[in-house]
């Protein structure tokens, strides 16, 4: 759900923030400053925020083998996705 964060709904950065907030840690809630923030790092480690497409308009969270968990779109439901799925625009560590 767009602007959703919360299990009833989640828009990708809804979902990321969400679940980083379940592991006691606060993020900044949309995909642009999610990416902006955090430690940039080359190879991402479980959990890590990978957001994606030019201006980092998506995002999802690294679960290792090469793939992330995310919200794809409107209508659709939380997923876990091969990263290259997508052309990442950075990965970065909190």
């Not at 968990?69 to 950075?90: F, L």
């Amino acid at each position: 759900a767009w602007g959703g964060a919360q299990p009833g709904g989640f828009d990708c950065s809804g979902l990321t923030s969400w679940a980083y907030q379940q592991a006691g840690k606060t993020i900044p809630r949309t995909s642009q400053q999610q990416a902006a923030n955090g430690m940039p790092v080359a190879a991402p480690s479980l959990g890590d925020i990978v957001s994606f497409y030019a201006g980092a308009t998506h995002v999802g969270i690294f679960s290792g083998n090469g793939n992330v968990i995310h919200a794809p779109q409107e209508g659709d439901v939380v997923k876990e996705t091969p990263m290259n799925y997508m052309p990442v625009h950075n990965i970065v560590r909190y």
